[in-house]
């Protein structure tokens, strides 16, 4: 990287640190509200480990990366300096920015790189941001190697063994399987109890000497997720990316309980409605996230009282022996009570050749649990559409009692596309016209060749986060790098490794065109490569939008 573009590197390296604090702050607030029933601990104090987990990876990054080469230069001392004030609210120079590097190396070094990140890894709603805390990783890194301009072999060996260290424990998002939400909800029990048990070995804990900082830690006590507001929660529901079938029941429902509770106030009475639910989709097409806005409606709305989401399974609820099974079950829905029990393959809790008295034992507890607490339950079967006609075919006790159904269709590959960009603007990844066609060839392909398998949402999130991977050992190659190019993927970094290659033999055909839409009147176009991403002008209405994807045609 030039050196005349320190000043540019010192800026990013400045947000890339705001956003990594933000990051995890945002992550414990949003662990807090999701999975409140298994965090012992105040608000406060979780979101403040977080904040003390985001101060001590920034410093092993520094550490591990700047003092590879045993030299602290110049601009690497401007990178510490920025590194501290980020810390601890003070600016150092000179001798005591010196001896603050050494105090925080020592510390460093006797961190596991997993103790800093296990919550994104073990905590289900944080796997999510895998993807952001990767390239706010990478990134960093990069800033600190390439301070001094060019990257030495032994800056980009340790690059490389930093990448290795998050490929190796952060695990990609899995497709559906069973046992996945059980074992999710053991995990994040005791992923939430070994962060604070390593807490104290913490640098941000420890703090630093007051000869050096001269101050206390900054910390934000008061700090605690808010319950969202009915507003808030639908407008969540309403960021989400397609399902406008879904959207529009969801707003239906919570429009018919606002009236509910106007007529309950006048005195009128109520219309008796069973708020229990069939989501019926394949997998990765936002069952679960629409659930969670669900809990989080009811919550606002004063009918269950916490509105939180209690995800489970078959084998979270049905035992391997004799007299286990009833047990297993009352414990889960007594988790989820005042929210959302959420069971997902939920066919699954009856064999389809139905001798299975344990799976039935499962149901039949689950129904008595539904009318006993029908004020404080509200539970979501989840699964493949046929599959779930089935089980509810197979006992008149569930199809009773789940009236609303609501069906998830698979995303388009134009809502895959978009999928895709938002991941994008989250980690502050840019895309050329050619990445934006690769890409849109491909998750066509993928979609047009789907089976019942098909990953949706979720293979998307792979694909991206298989392209900051490939990304990273690119540029790490590269001598000289600008901050562009740290941001930039190229075609060549998106990998669809079960498309064909003659699926993207179109990509030089002069003769490929999108279809793309108006953002104003909706006129459909249609534009070469080279738009993709720029502002075109609409020859109905003459106003200019961005021409982001289109579907090849």
Request: aromatic content about 6%; proline content about 4%.
């Amino acid at each position: 990287m030039p050196t005349d573009e320190f000043p540019q590197i010192l800026a990013q390296f400045r947000q890339s640190l705001a956003e990594c604090r933000d990051l995890y702050r945002s992550s414990g607030e949003l662990a807090i509200r999701e999975q409140s029933h298994r965090i012992k601990h105040t608000p406060a104090e979780f979101v403040e480990l977080m904040d003390d987990l985001h101060r001590a990876l920034v410093v092993k990054i520094f550490v591990k990366t700047g003092q590879c080469d045993r030299a602290f230069s110049r601009n690497e001392q401007a990178l510490a300096a920025e590194l501290i004030e980020h810390l601890w609210n003070k600016r150092l120079e000179g001798d005591q920015l010196r001896a603050a590097i050494v105090e925080l190396a020592d510390n460093a070094l006797k961190l596991k790189w997993y103790s800093l990140y296990r919550p994104f890894d073990e905590i289900a709603p944080l796997r999510n941001r895998i993807g952001e805390l990767e390239a706010l990783v990478i990134r960093l890194a990069n800033f600190v190697a390439r301070a001094d301009g060019a990257m030495k072999s032994v800056e980009a060996a340790t690059i490389k063994s930093i990448q290795e260290e998050l490929y190796r424990h952060l695990r990609p998002i899995p497709i559906d399987e069973a046992d996945q939400h059980a074992a999710a909800d053991r995990a994040g029990s005791e992923a939430v109890e070994k962060t604070f048990d390593a807490a104290d070995q913490l640098p941000a804990r420890k703090g630093m000497s007051a000869a050096v900082t001269g101050n206390a830690i900054p910390s934000n006590k008061d700090a605690a997720a808010a319950q969202p507001t009915l507003e808030e929660a639908l407008a969540e529901l309403d960021s989400l990316i397609g399902l406008e079938n879904v959207k529009h029941e969801v707003r239906t429902l919570a429009n018919f309980l606002k009236v509910q509770a106007q007529r309950a106030k006048a005195g009128l009475p109520a219309t008796p409605l069973s708020l229990h639910m069939v989501f019926g989709g394949n997998p990765g097409t936002g069952k679960t996230s629409v659930a969670r806005i669900v809990g989080k409606v009811f919550g606002a709305m004063g009918i269950l009282k916490r509105g939180h989401l209690v995800e489970t399974d078959r084998s979270g609820l049905v035992a391997e022996y004799a007299g286990q099974t009833g047990p297993k079950t009352h414990k889960k829905i007594d988790e989820a009570l005042d929210g959302v029990l959420f069971i997902d393959e939920a066919y699954t809790l009856i064999h389809a050749e139905g001798d299975d008295p344990y799976g039935h034992e499962a149901v039949q507890t689950l129904l008595k649990r539904m009318e006993d607490n029908r004020d404080r339950l509200v539970v979501i079967l989840a699964g493949y559409p046929a599959e779930m006609e089935a089980l509810l075919e197979s006992n008149p006790g569930l199809t009773s009692r789940f009236s609303r159904h609501l069906d998830f269709p698979d995303y388009t590959p134009l809502e895959l596309a978009c999928i895709f960009a938002t991941m994008c603007d989250r980690g502050r990844y840019r895309l050329d016209c050619q990445t934006r066609a690769k890409v849109m060839l491909g998750l066509t392909w993928l979609f047009e060749n789907r089976d019942e398998h098909f990953g949706n949402g979720r293979t998307v999130r792979n694909i991206f986060e298989h392209s900051i991977r490939c990304q990273a050992n690119r540029i790490a190659e590269i001598t000289r790098l600008t901050v562009e190019e740290l941001s930039t993927l190229t075609a060549d970094d998106v990998q669809f490794e079960d498309c064909p290659a003659e699926c993207f033999a179109r990509l030089n055909d002069a003769s490929l065109r999108f279809e793309i839409a108006c953002e104003h009147c909706q006129h459909a176009d249609d534009a070469k490569i080279a738009f993709l991403g720029a502002a075109v002008r609409c020859p109905k209405c003459k106003k200019e939008f961005t021409a982001h994807w289109g579907a090849p045609i």
